[in-house]
């Protein structure tokens, strides 16, 4: 993708390149389609271990919801970054299911349910629409409609008519940035905050990371109605620092392995140079005060757990990994599931190959001598 910005460079607009590289960046963020064996579909079995996690928060809150707002003929739900896969659904035939059984509880008649299903326009939503009507034969109930829509867009963004949504559910996708953060210029040899990046590259992502979230949430607090519920779940870190290792190593190793192919010829240095990820994991300190500051939710809890980053990785064994070439593999698959079309747009198609077979290298080195896991954070909120 580089040359693309070569006209500017020569006429010295830095800054444009800049803005250019990250715009570009964000509008690839989508996920490998279905029909490879490195698509997001068959390597999002981590997502899956996370939403069986969140299962339990999932239902109280429902539970509390259901309990002040029913008797009601229809609950409108939406899932934010819903990607297209197993776990599509998933998310959605559990808040089914929850519904059914609180409103049996409850001794009121189950309402019926509309599902907005949303990500970017990039994503594959064909596959998700031909998913629909197995789903509906599966595990609907002709008693009770369920009704599923596509909303293409991007949550930094309005999406729903003001004051309808009763419920919103958004896995791990707000880690993900609107945009790859301004001031990251000098991020010089990395592709992510590293313990080398200078002070300015923390701040830029702590900001743009401040900055999206709060958006996200007074976006929200348009759409819902009052009382109505939020659970996120994301990927965070453990310590205020930034460059604890739950939060820097798995691209500090992709960087690396960019660089074993700047070695062999393969990649430019400046293209490294120019590449930054529009990630950030925040600290729960950050998302505590932003929610705060923003002012349109109550927080009701936030919880913190660990996951592996191989999602068939046991605790057996809590210092390292003892099939570190399977463990690699797999976390090698899911990364490049959700990162490859960043890195094929600004790289190109034919290095992604050699990209992931040394990446799969040195995160089976790094496992043999430690067991880094994610930190993952679910939210739950009740909009005043």
Request: contains cysteine; aromatic residues 10%.
């Amino acid at each position: 993708m580089h040359h693309i910005f070569t006209p500017l460079y020569k006429m010295g607009r830095l800054h444009e390149i800049h803005q250019a590289i990250a715009m570009a960046s964000v509008n690839v963020l989508c996920m490998n389609p279905r029909d490879r064996d490195i698509s997001y579909a068959n390597n999002s079995s981590l997502q899956k271990n996370v939403l069986l996690k969140t299962r339990p928060f999932l239902e109280d809150t429902i539970k509390d919801m259901l309990s002040k707002v029913l008797p009601v003929t229809c609950i409108k739900v939406a899932d934010l970054g819903c990607a297209s896969g197993p776990n599509t659904f998933f998310s959605i035939y559990e808040i089914m299911d929850i519904i059914t059984r609180v409103c049996r509880q409850l001794h009121y008649e189950s309402p019926e349910l509309q599902v907005f299903l949303n990500d970017l326009p990039q994503n594959d939503f064909n596959t998700v629409f031909r998913s629909v009507p197995n789903f509906k034969k599966d595990k609907g109930d002709p008693k009770r409609p369920c009704l599923i829509a596509g909303v293409p867009g991007s949550f930094y963004e309005r999406l729903f008519p003001r004051r309808s949504m009763h419920f919103i559910h958004s896995s791990y996708s707000l880690h993900w940035l609107s945009k790859v953060p301004r001031g990251v210029g000098n991020n010089k040899g990395n592709i992510y905050m590293s313990k080398s990046s200078p002070i300015d590259v923390f701040k830029a992502y702590s900001e743009q990371f401040r900055m999206d979230f709060s958006k996200f949430l007074q976006l929200r607090s348009e759409e819902m109605i009052g009382g109505g519920r939020m659970l996120l779940s994301l990927i965070g870190r453990s310590i205020t620092d930034p460059t604890s290792n739950d939060c820097c190593s798995l691209w500090d190793l992709l960087t690396k392995s960019l660089f074993d192919l700047v070695a062999k010829g393969l990649v430019q240095e400046s293209d490294v140079d120019s590449f930054n990820i529009p990630f950030y994991n925040p600290c729960k300190e950050e998302v505590r005060e932003i929610i705060e500051n923003e002012g349109s939710f109550n927080l009701d809890q936030m919880k913190v757990f660990e996951e592996n980053w191989d999602f068939e990785d046991n605790n057996y064994n809590t210092k390292f990994v003892f099939e570190k070439s399977r463990s690699a593999q797999n976390v090698a698959k899911t990364i490049r599931a959700v990162s490859e079309s960043m890195l094929a747009s600004h790289f190109g198609e034919n290095i992604i190959d050699d990209l992931f077979t040394r990446y799969t290298l040195h995160v089976s080195e790094h496992l043999c001598r430690e067991k880094t896991k994610f930190i993952n954070f679910v939210i739950l909120m009740t909009m005043k």
